[in-house]
């Protein structure tokens, strides 16, 4: 049982530059969702999804992308990187109903 | 405005100080409250968590709600040097909606 998978743990773009992050979990969780945090700023919410086929936008969804085809994966993409994107980014899930977020471990993301 | 504003601090105490930390939120729709911990380069952790108004306490932790005036606590008793992170308050509407985060409070118990 790994629980919340993120890969890759760091990554260096140059600006324009597409890519995904990714984020698999085996606990059967239908919530999923990302998450970027910079100082001072906190968790800030990107995007999230309630269950396979269905995704809604966070506080800060622009310049991501996100889809849902299964219940285990939650890819994030960059379509084209910007400095303002360098971060570090966490995906987070939790069983519906229950009040426990399980964390990845994270994905730091500088854009140059 | 965000939707949960948070004293970023930071806030430095001595050991064995009691702590309180706090967040306001302006949606009066949250229903679910909960305080994260994170250390250094970690992902959060669940500390607490309390559905609508209320006290709840956890060995040195208590966590208040007062819906009325919008307004959470955290209170730490007898602050341990471990006990040195930054806490996040979080909440949402009902049991399967989205989280919101505050900016976090960064916490050091100085022994």
């Known amino acids: 049982n790994a629980g919340v998978t993120q890969t890759p743990k760091f990554q260096v773009l140059k600006t324009g530059q597409s890519m995904t992050l990714q984020c698999a979990q085996d606990m059967n969780h239908e919530y999923m969702s990302w998450y970027r945090q910079d100082p001072g700023m906190g968790l800030r919410l990107i995007h999230y999804?309630?269950?396979?086929?269905?995704?809604d936008q966070g506080e800060v969804p622009n310049g991501y992308n996100v889809s849902r085809s299964t219940t285990e994966d939650f890819p994030l993409r960059l379509l084209s990187a910007a400095p303002s994107q360098t971060s570090v980014y966490f995906c987070a899930t939790y069983e519906g109903g229950a009040n426990v977020l399980t964390f990845g471990a994270g994905s730091r993301l500088t854009v140059l | 405005q965000k939707e949960v504003e948070q004293d970023p601090g930071p806030l430095s105490v001595p050991e064995g100080a009691i702590v309180s930390l706090n967040c306001t939120y302006s949606?009066?729709?949250?229903?679910?409250f909960m305080w994260y911990r994170q250390y250094s380069r970690k992902g959060p952790e669940l500390l607490m968590y309390t559905y609508s108004s209320g006290n709840k306490e956890d060995g040195r932790f208590t966590a208040q709600v007062d819906k009325s005036s919008k307004y959470i606590s955290l209170f730490i008793r007898d602050s341990q040097p471990s006990d040195s992170a930054t806490y996040l308050c979080a909440m949402r509407r009902t049991s399967y909606d989205k989280v919101i985060f505050g900016p976090g409070t960064s916490l050091s118990v100085i022994p």
């Open positions: 999804s309630v269950g396979a086929g269905i995704t």
């Open positions: 949606n009066s729709a949250f229903q679910y």
